[in-house]
C-alpha cells in the first residue's frame, strides 16, 4: 500500500488492512527513511527539512507502533524492528544532524518499548546499519558527496553493504528463533563503527 509514514490516518488504513486480510499483526518492520541532501548542521538546515526528517524517520515508526501494538497485545505478542544507523552514535565530518538525531531517538524510543511492552510478550530491538547500495546512498553520491569516500575508506570489508543483508538479519529479529532478543541494538555495518582511522 502506498504510504505516507507520518500520516497517522495512513497508519490506521495500513494496519487496518493488515487486521482486515491476515487476521492480526505479528511482525511491524519500521525501515521507511529519508536523508535529504539539505540536512546539514543545525546551524544551517532549513526548519522545514528538520521538520520533514524528524516526521518520517521517528514520528513515523512511533505511529507504527501505536497502532500496531495493540493489534499485537490481542494476539499475545509480537516483534517490533526499528531501522536506525550507525549514525545514532557516531558524528561526522560531513554533518547530518537532523538524520543523525532522529535516527538516536529511535534507538531511545525502541528501547522504551522493550522494556515496556516485554512482559507482554512484544519484542521491540534496533537494526542499526552501516551506509547500504539504496537509492537514497545514491542520491548523495549523486550531488557529489564528498563524504561518500571518506566514509568507504573506515568499511574494513572494502565495502557499502547490500539491502538484503540487512533484510536477513529483520528476517531473523521478525521469527521467534529471536524470541530472547529484546531492546538490542544490532549493528551491521562491515565493521565501519571499530574502525579507527
Known sequence: MRTDVSSEEDWRRVIGQAV?????????????AVAPVEDGSVVDVPLEVWDRIL??????????????IPQMLRRGGGSIINTSSIRAFVGGSQPIDAYTASKGALVSLTRSLAVVYGPQGIRANIIAPGTIRTPMAQVHDAHGDPGSQMRLARYPVGRFGEPEEIADLALYLASDESRWTNGAVMVIDGGAMINYV
Not at 482486515?20 to 521507511?32: H, K, P, Q, S
Open 55 to 68: 516526521a518520517v524517520n521517528l514520528t513515523g515508526p512511533m505511529l507504527g507502533c501505536r497502532h500496531a
Open 20 to 32: 482486515e486480510r491476515f487476521g492480526g499483526v505479528d511482525v511491524l518492520y519500521n525501515n521507511a
